[in-house]
């Protein structure tokens, strides 16, 4: 049996028993399961070593060569680096690597570039899109005027011209364009030319597609946006963080609404580690790795649908797909709550026009970025899909789940998680 490295909480458990015990029980689920939550990853080691150094210890607010406290000379060049390889993957005029998250980052826009109240136009949240994007309880749809579009009730796709409509009868001062559950690319190129019909600027949010958008995976929103927000540890398997790019002529306002308006000083630790995550991301195995992520989430949905599962909209076209469990007979939170404990991690979700609650939908979102960052193909995802199947067809039987478990830890093995296995 392999067992993850733990001499690196030498020092937490020393201090901190219970803390390092729960992280490396942490560490040890990370291993030992098929995750499939489709906006997490693992993280390589570099990444992993950038997050936990003394960078932590330094205060740095303001940016590169004018800052407000002393001893930059190190933070700058570190920003500066994460700065400059931002610009040429995403084929930006400037890129801002402050963000804490990728909501932060989305606040930064609204603060720049709209008053409150002012009209956005963005996916609603249970068709694809973001919280940030509008939803009423988040702060966008309080403090902004929101309207959203939907997928199509024929097909669940974007509906182009509907969106057009909308907008010519809505005047939005600001479109979003960009999903956290949709399974299919997202046309950019069309976005823009509704966004200049219109007059509002166009805002990609890529943080799940990022790494798919950087490696001509995902059609290029670059030159179609006034902006590009995106987190930093999806696809693009950086830290927890969040960045923005946009066209110079945005760049002083957008700054300005990261610091001062919205935070004091960097997490440089983590602008290293993005800075690192970057110069991975540049690498050809980063290209390929990206490519297989989709390979296997279309490998992965037509064998769920050998299965006999619905897939919405009928597949997927990048890291993602949904499942409706509907026809099976079972709600989404039963199937993922029945698989998490058969060690195959995955999210409840809702599809488009779902009958059921947000909190007990009809869905499951599915992502194969983390299983591809382990080294897995098309074959495991076949094998994937059969426990998905055997589990939710057998889903009060704790043997059937014990069962699998065992089988999931059996193939991990073979396939040692990037960042965590001795
Ligand atoms: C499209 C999109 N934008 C923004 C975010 C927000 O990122 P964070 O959770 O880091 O605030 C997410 C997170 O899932 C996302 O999917």
Same mark, same amino acid.
């Given at each position: 049996?392999?067992?993850?490295? /733990?001499?690196?909480?030498?020092?937490?458990?020393?201090?901190?028993?219970?803390?390092?015990?729960?992280?490396?029980?942490?560490?040890?689920?990370?291993?030992?399961?098929i995750r499939?939550?489709?906006?997490?990853?693992?993280?390589?080691?570099?990444?992993?070593?950038?997050?936990?150094?003394?960078?932590?210890?330094?205060?740095?607010?303001?940016?590169?060569?004018?800052?407000?406290?002393?001893?930059?000379?190190?933070?700058?060049?570190?920003?500066?680096?994460?700065?400059?390889?931002?610009?040429?993957?995403?084929?930006?005029?400037?890129?801002?690597?402050?963000?804490?998250?990728?909501?932060?980052?989305?606040?930064?826009?609204?603060?720049?570039?709209?008053?409150?109240?002012?009209?956005?136009?963005?996916?609603?949240?249970?068709?694809?899109?973001?919280? +940030?994007?509008?939803?009423?309880?988040?702060?966008?749809?309080?403090?902004?005027?929101?309207?959203?579009?939907?997928?199509?009730?024929?097909?669940?796709?974007?509906?182009?011209?509907?969106?057009?409509?909308?907008?010519?009868?809505?005047?939005?001062?600001?479109?979003?364009?960009?999903?956290?559950?949709?399974?299919?690319?997202?046309?950019?190129?069309?976005?823009?030319?509704?966004?200049?019909?219109?007059?509002?600027?166009?805002?990609?949010?890529?943080?799940?597609?990022?790494?798919?958008?950087? +490696?001509?995976?995902?059609?290029?929103?670059?030159?179609?946006?006034?902006?590009?927000?995106?987190?930093?540890?999806?696809?693009?398997?950086?830290?927890?963080?969040?960045?923005?790019?946009?066209?110079?002529?945005?760049?002083?306002?957008?700054?300005?609404?990261?610091?001062?308006?919205?935070?004091?000083?960097?997490?440089?630790?983590?602008?290293?580690?993005?800075? /690192?995550?970057?110069?991975?991301?540049?690498?050809?195995?980063?290209?390929?790795?990206?490519?297989?992520?989709?390979?296997n989430?279309?490998?992965?949905?037509?064998?769920?649908?050998?299965?006999?599962?619905?897939?919405?909209?009928?597949?997927?076209?990048?890291?993602?797909?949904?499942?409706?469990?509907?026809?099976?007979?079972?709600?989404?939170?039963?199937?993922?709550?029945?698989?998490?404990?058969?060690?195959?991690?995955?999210?409840?979700?809702?599809?488009?026009?779902?009958?059921?609650?947000?909190?007990?939908?009809?869905?499951?979102?599915?992502?194969t970025?983390a299983v591809t960052?382990r080294?897995m193909?098309?074959?495991?995802?076949? +094998?994937?899909?059969?426990?998905?199947?055997?589990?939710?067809?057998?889903?009060?039987?704790?043997?059937?789940?014990?069962?699998?478990?065992?089988?999931?830890?059996?193939?991990?093995?073979?396939?040692?998680?990037?960042?965590?296995?001795?």
């Amino acid at each position: 049996m392999s067992t993850v490295a /733990v001499d690196a909480l030498d020092a937490i458990q020393a201090v901190d028993p219970e803390i390092a015990d729960l992280i490396h029980k942490e560490e040890q689920r990370q291993a030992d399961s098929i995750r499939l939550i489709a906006s997490e990853n693992y993280t390589s080691k570099a990444v992993m070593q950038a997050t936990g150094s003394v960078l932590t210890n330094k205060y740095s607010e303001g940016y590169p060569g004018k800052r407000y406290y002393e001893g930059q000379e190190f933070i700058d060049q570190i920003e500066q680096l994460a700065i400059d390889r931002a610009k040429a993957l995403f084929k930006m005029d400037h890129a801002n690597v402050q963000p804490l998250s990728g909501s932060p980052a989305n606040q930064a826009v609204y603060m720049a570039l709209l008053e409150p109240g002012d009209k956005v136009m963005g996916m609603h949240l249970a068709h694809g899109g973001h919280l +940030t994007h509008g939803w009423k309880v988040n702060f966008s749809g309080k403090l902004f005027d929101s309207v959203q579009y939907t997928v199509s009730e024929k097909d669940h796709l974007l509906d182009y011209e509907a969106i057009r409509e909308m907008a010519i009868k809505e005047k939005p001062k600001m479109i979003w364009a960009g999903i956290s559950g949709y399974p299919r690319y997202v046309d950019f190129e069309k976005f823009g030319a509704i966004a200049k019909e219109v007059g509002a600027y166009l805002i990609a949010d890529v943080a799940h597609i990022s790494g798919l958008v950087i +490696t001509g995976n995902h059609p290029d929103p670059s030159p179609y946006v006034d902006v590009i927000t995106t987190t930093t540890h999806k696809t693009l398997r950086g830290p927890r963080g969040g960045m923005f790019l946009c066209k110079e002529e945005h760049a002083a306002a957008l700054d300005k609404a990261v610091f001062p308006c919205l935070q004091g000083g960097p997490h440089n630790h983590t602008t290293a580690a993005i800075a /690192v995550a970057l110069k991975e991301a540049a690498s050809p195995d980063y290209s390929v790795y990206c490519g297989q992520i989709i390979k296997n989430a279309k490998a992965l949905a037509a064998a769920l649908q050998e299965e006999g599962f619905d897939i919405v909209t009928g597949g997927t076209d990048n890291h993602l797909m949904l499942v409706d469990v509907t026809s099976k007979g079972l709600g989404g939170r039963e199937a993922a709550s029945a698989l998490n404990k058969a060690g195959v991690v995955c999210n409840s979700n809702a599809i488009p026009f779902d009958p059921r609650k947000p909190w007990d939908p009809s869905g499951l979102r599915i992502g194969t970025p983390a299983v591809t960052s382990r080294g897995m193909k098309e074959e495991e995802m076949k +094998t994937i899909a059969k426990w998905i199947s055997e589990v939710l067809a057998n889903i009060q039987d704790e043997g059937t789940q014990t069962r699998v478990k065992r089988e999931v830890k059996e193939l991990c093995d073979q396939f040692p998680a990037p960042g965590i296995a001795s």
